[in-house]
């Protein structure tokens, strides 16, 4: 019979009880987001950036940690990197980790 007042409140605020408690879940998309994937989005960006602006002559570091000369930029996904002197192979754009030194665009 008798209810005390703190079981009332409790019952008129069901949709405000609600929505707090989603509260600490979107807090924590946002930290995620801020903190993991926004960084990430931005670090492919520059990654494919670097990709396309490959030329030859340049100096690059493969993924699979081969260091040498850009030779040919070929159409599509490829280039031709040189190793050694004499020594070419074809590696995908992708798989390019670092670009040590660019060569300057020709003067037109």
Known sequence: MFVTPAYAQAAAGGAAGAFTSFVPLILIFAIMYFLLIRPQQKKVKEHKAMVEALRRGDTV??????????????????IEVEIAEGVKVRVLRSTVGQVLSKTEPAAS
């Open 61 to 78: 570091i493969t993924q699979g940690g081969i260091i040498g000369k850009v030779v040919k930029v070929k159409e599509g996904d490829e």
